[in-house]
């Protein structure tokens, strides 16, 4: 049975940094994309990262290049999201995936997903 299990959410103030992490289980890691996803209200799942099986190449959404850094250990299997310069708009909940394709974007490329763990920027 394969399980995504994120942690690290939590309240941080505007211009501060959160590490996220998914743990997976059940599954050959080093064969599967990983992406970070978050929900957004009346908007659905919006794509954030990428971590490519076949090279580790990353790919992000354009307003979080240069803020949020994707990153895995193929060893521990955990995918990690470093999100830094957070502003109050970054309020979401933030769901880890598996696909089985390169560099995927759109949520229904993904086959596993994670329960989501809150994160809200706030002063």
């Known amino acids: 049975q394969v399980q995504l299990v994120e942690s690290g959410g939590g309240l941080v103030q505007p211009g501060g940094s959160l590490r996220l992490s998914c743990a997976a289980s059940?599954?050959?890691?080093?064969?599967?994309?990983m992406g970070w996803f978050r929900q957004v209200p009346g908007k659905g799942l919006e794509f954030l990262a990428t971590?490519?099986?076949?090279?580790?190449?990353?790919n992000y959404r354009d307003s979080v290049r240069g803020r949020f850094t994707i990153s895995r250990d193929n060893v521990k299997n955990t995918v990690y999201l470093q999100m830094d310069s957070l502003k109050p708009e970054d309020t979401d909940v933030y769901s880890c995936?598996?696909?089985?394709?390169?560099?995927?974007?759109?949520?229904?490329?993904?086959?596993?997903w994670g329960q989501g763990t809150q994160v809200t920027v706030s002063s």
């Open positions: 059940g599954l050959r890691f080093n064969l599967y994309t």
């Open positions: 971590s490519d099986y076949r090279d580790g190449r990353t």
């Open positions: 995936a598996a696909s089985g394709r390169s560099r995927p974007t759109r949520s229904s490329e993904y086959y596993y």
